[in-house]
C-alpha cells in the first residue's frame, strides 16, 4: 500500500529485457532478475538502496506483467512486504511509466515526491546514494525536477551526458541543466571530459508529483491523457495493479527525457560522488568484476590459461579458455557466447537476428519461471520431453488437463499432493505417478521445502499451449 506521508515514493523501473547481456539476459529473465554483482539480483540491491523508513515509503514497481510473480518473490525474499505493484501490459518506454507513477503517488499526497530509478543500475556505496538523493530533495519540494550526474571516469559512448549550467543560488551544491548529449562516439565523449562541465547521466530522477504532471500535459498532453484513462481501467489481479490494455496501447511510446527533461526549464542537476554503472554490457561486467594478476574475470564452471583481458562465465556447460586476450566468453545451458570486448555493446544485434529467424533463444531460456515455482527443459525428441519441475513450498500448479499428452511424474525430493481427477495420492521422495491424456490433475506441494520432480511428457504435441486451466489460485483462467 502506498503511504509517501511526506517521505519520498521509490519508483522502481522493471520494464526493460538486458539484451546487451544475452545470452544469460532474455525477456523471459530480465537482467534485473540476475544476481550479476554479488549474492542479491539487481531488483534486490535496488529496492535495498531505498528502504531508510525516514526517507523513504512504501515503493512502487512498474513492470512488464510476464515478471510479475518472480518480481514479487524477489521483493519478498529481500524484506520488501508492501509494495505498489503496477503491470504493464506492454512496454511503452519510461515517460508513461513516470506519468503513472505520479498520478498514484499524487493521489495519495497531493506534495508527493517520487524517486524514478531503473532497477538494473548498480550502486556500490549505498549510504552515498541516499546521501545524494538528500540532498536534491529541498530542490525537488520547491517544484524542480532533479537529475543525478556522476562525474565520468572515461570517455564512456554508452552513457548520455548532462551539461552543468550554473548554480541555483541557496543550494550550491546543485546546478541548472544546460543541456543533454545522447551517447556520443569516443571523439566527442573525450571533448566532452576534457571540458570538465559534464556528467554521467544517471538516469535516476527525484520529481515533485504534481508539478511533473503539468509540465507532461504541457509537453505531451497525448501522454498524460492515455495514462489518466489506463489508471481509470485498470483492475485488481491478486497483489498487482493491472494497467487497462487498450488505453495503454494508444499511449505514446517515448522516455521522459525525451517528453520532459529535455524540454523543460525546471531541471537541475545533483553531481553526484556514488560509484555506478547501468550494467549496459558484458565489458561493464567485466570491469567491476573481482580480476586475476591477468586481468580476467572468472566466474562460474570456468577456467583460464594463458589468458588475460577476459571475461569467462560458466552457468552451463565447462568453460575453457587458453591462449587468448580481450574476449567475453559465456556460456548458458542452451547458448555459447564468444565477443571482443570491444564489440560487447553490440551483442543486442545478434538478439534481433535470432528473433528474426524465430529462433526461441533469442527470448526464452531453458529454466521457465511460472507463480508456483519454475520448470527446466531437459531434453526433448521424437514424442517425448523431459523437464525438472520445482514447486515452491505451500504452492500448486493449476487444475488442468492435456489434450496431445500423458505426463509420468518421479519425486526427487520434498512431498506432493497430486489430483488425478477424482482421487488424491500423496508421494514422497523416490514415488512416482502416471498422469494419463485427458486427465484431471494437479500438482500441489504441502511442505515447507521444495519440491522436486522429474516429469516425462509423451504424446503428438507437446507445446505450452496444449494446457485447459480449470481452477487456478494465480488467476489464470
Known sequence: MLQPRGRIVPVLLSGGTGSRLWPLSRENQPKQLLALLGEKTLLQQTASRVTEPSLFADPMVIANAEHRFAIGEQLRAAGIARPTMVLEPFGRNTAPAVAIAALLASEVDPDAVILVTPVDHWVRDHAAFRAAIASGLPAARRGQFVLFGLKPTGPATGYGYIRMGGGIGDLPEIRKVAGFVEKPDHATAERLLAGNDHLWNSGIFLLPARPFIEE?????????EACRATLAGATRDLDFLRLEEKAFESCPSISVDYAVMEKTDKAVVVPASFDWSDVGSW?????MGEKDSSGNVVIGDAVAEDTSGCYVRGDGPLVAALGVEDLVITASPDVVLVTKRERAQDVGKLVERLKANGHRAATQTHSVHRPWGYYTSIHAGDRFQVKRITVNPGAKLSLQKHFHRAEHWV???????????DEEVLLRENESI??????????????????????????TYLGEDDIVRVQDIYHRV
Open 216 to 224: 507532461l500535459a504541457y509537453r505531451e498532453p497525448a501522454i498524460l
Open 283 to 287: 565489458s561493464a561486467l567485466w570491469t
Open 411 to 421: 519425486v526427487v525430493n520434498g512431498t506432493a499432493i497430486v489430483t488425478r481427477d
Open 434 to 459: 502416471f498422469v494419463p491424456l485427458g486427465c484431471m490433475h494437479r500438482l500441489e506441494n504441502p511442505g515447507k521445502v521444495p519440491l522436486n520432480l522429474i516429469e516425462v511428457q509423451s504424446g
